[in-house]
């Protein structure tokens, strides 16, 4: 059996009497791509939020990489390696896409308040350059060499969704979590940050959580999967496995099934 990065054990998530999550479990193989799917307010965000630390749930444990961090701040988890980009933009406006990179790299330095102004002397030098040299090989990376003195506010759509990207590769993450990547983008643009997400992770070793909508995109380069419903858990596992489910054959490929086939009937 594949060893797992991400272990989610029976997560229960309420707002006042309003549940969003229902006892969901589900594992994530390392070096894998994982999606969530499911329909508007089945609860993926909600999953990520709890694994991310965002959101704090009512019951369950979340594993990563081996530690308990059910209980622990989203900054703590990030120096474990878990890295993060959301449906709705989150970065900097006013700041150039190199310096919002750069704030990914920020939990990686050592040098504080204190040494940071003996700028010569104290080797904060040497280790902004070593940070800097790290963010423009993912520059490099990702195609966006030509906006990175570009002010984040001013690009498009894609464009600034690539570099949220680059900032969470910043982090230097285990597991990167990416919450609808392809939200908003045209059909080219669909089709780079879909090989940006194969090579990151086969590149790079990164594994990849991912919500998406996009059934086309999810079948083409997700390993396992998972199908929430109003919060429950439907399925999940090795794609061919999920999809083969006449439950999910019906909701998302509009396939007509015979209910004999389900799970359980």
């Known amino acids: 059996m594949a060893e797992s990065i991400l272990d989610v054990n029976n997560i229960s998530l309420a707002f006042g009497g309003v549940k969003a999550l229902t006892d969901v479990s589900f594992s994530v193989e390392k070096g894998s791509v994982?999606?969530?799917?499911?329909?508007?307010?089945?609860?993926?965000?909600?999953?990520?939020?709890?694994?991310?630390?965002?959101?704090?749930?009512?019951?369950?444990?979340?594993?990563?990489?081996?530690?308990i961090v059910t209980n622990l701040r989203p900054n703590?988890?990030?120096?474990?390696?878990?890295?993060?980009?959301?449906?709705?933009?989150?970065?900097?406006?006013?700041m150039s896409v190199l310096d919002n990179i750069m704030v990914g790299r920020y939990h990686l330095l050592k040098n504080n308040w204190v040494t940071g102004p003996l700028y010569w002397l104290s080797g904060a030098q040497k280790e902004e350059l070593a940070h800097r040299r790290h963010v423009e090989e993912i520059i490099d990376f990702?195609?966006?060499?030509?906006?990175?003195?570009?002010?984040?506010?001013?690009?498009?759509?894609?464009?600034?969704?690539?570099?949220?990207?680059?900032?969470?590769?910043?982090?230097?993450?285990?597991?990167?979590?990416?919450?609808?990547?392809?939200?908003?983008m045209n059909l080219e643009e669909k089709e780079d940050m879909a090989r940006y997400i194969l090579d990151l992770n086969e590149e790079f070793g990164i594994t990849v959580v991912m919500i998406e909508h996009d059934m086309?995109?999810?079948?083409?380069?997700?390993?396992?999967?998972?199908?929430?419903?109003?919060?429950?858990?439907?399925?999940?596992?090795?794609?061919?496995?999920?999809?083969?489910?006449?439950?999910?054959?019906r909701a998302y490929l509009g396939e007509e099934v015979d209910e004999s086939e389900a799970v359980g009937a």
């Open 34 to 67: 994982f999606s969530i799917i499911g329909p508007n307010g089945a609860g993926k965000t909600s999953m990520l939020n709890c694994v991310s630390g965002r959101y704090q749930p009512q019951e369950g444990a979340i594993t990563f990489d081996g530690k």
């Open 76 to 94: 703590d988890r990030a120096n474990l390696g878990m890295g993060r980009t959301f449906q709705n933009l989150a970065l900097f406006g006013h």
């Open 142 to 184: 990702l195609e966006i060499s030509h906006i990175r003195k570009s002010t984040a506010g001013t690009l498009s759509y894609g464009l600034r969704k690539r570099v949220e990207l680059a900032r969470a590769m910043a982090l230097k993450p285990k597991m990167i979590l990416l919450d609808e990547p392809m939200a908003g």
């Open 216 to 249: 086309g995109v999810v079948m083409d380069i997700s390993h396992q999967m998972m199908v929430l419903d109003f919060g429950k858990k439907l399925i999940s596992g090795d794609l061919e496995m999920v999809m083969a489910d006449p439950h999910v054959k």
